[in-house]
């Protein structure tokens, strides 16, 4: 575990295997990001990339969709600090909302294959390809335990369009966001349109 200082606030920087030696009671917001040798790291504090009109081509960020969508995980990766981006795969954001025990997370994304193999990837790890298959569910079992570490109850969450069962692998019910709660989401979700909505119920006693 190792801290750092960025303008004015606290990161800590640390491996699953330290979740221990964090008091969670003061987590509100973070980063996790895959490296290509299948290690998760976590930024906790870490505010980390997002898409708005100051840091994106105002074109791109209102009729380009795909082509953030095909930017993200580069640019998620180039705002990290606990490794080289050279070294990652990508990652997520994550947001906790205390009052209302519910954890939000942001910007999934993974590099292409055809990304990692332009980086030469393949050739530093041949086994980078399986490490990225297994990405997502590397990354969605700590996305669990960071929910069980804030003592969350819930997780909401939007996604591009997908085949439902793909989130309902994980334990994510699809819903139609209803009253103020659909223009949260489609605040929350902005630049990114067409989203659907998943909610991932977590049984805790706090």
Known sequence: MRTLQKRGRTITIITP?????????????????????????????????????????????????????????????????CAPPKDLLGGFHFLYKAKAQMLIPFNVALLSRAALEQRGDLQRNPQVGEIRQRGFEQMWALFDQIAAALHAKLALMSSAPIAEEKLKHFGCVRFQPQGWLRYYCALFSFPYRQQQHYVKIYHTNQ
Request: with cysteine; hydrophobic share 45%; glycine share 6%.
């Open 17 to 81: 295997e330290e979740f221990d030696q964090v008091d969670w009671s003061h987590v509100t917001h973070g980063c996790v990001f895959l490296d290509i040798w299948g290690k998760l790291h976590l930024e906790l504090g870490q505010k980390g990339f997002h898409i708005w009109f100051h840091n994106t081509n105002w074109f791109d960020l209102l009729f380009r969709q795909k082509k953030l969508y095909a930017q993200l995980a580069t640019r998620m990766i180039n705002k990290a600090l």
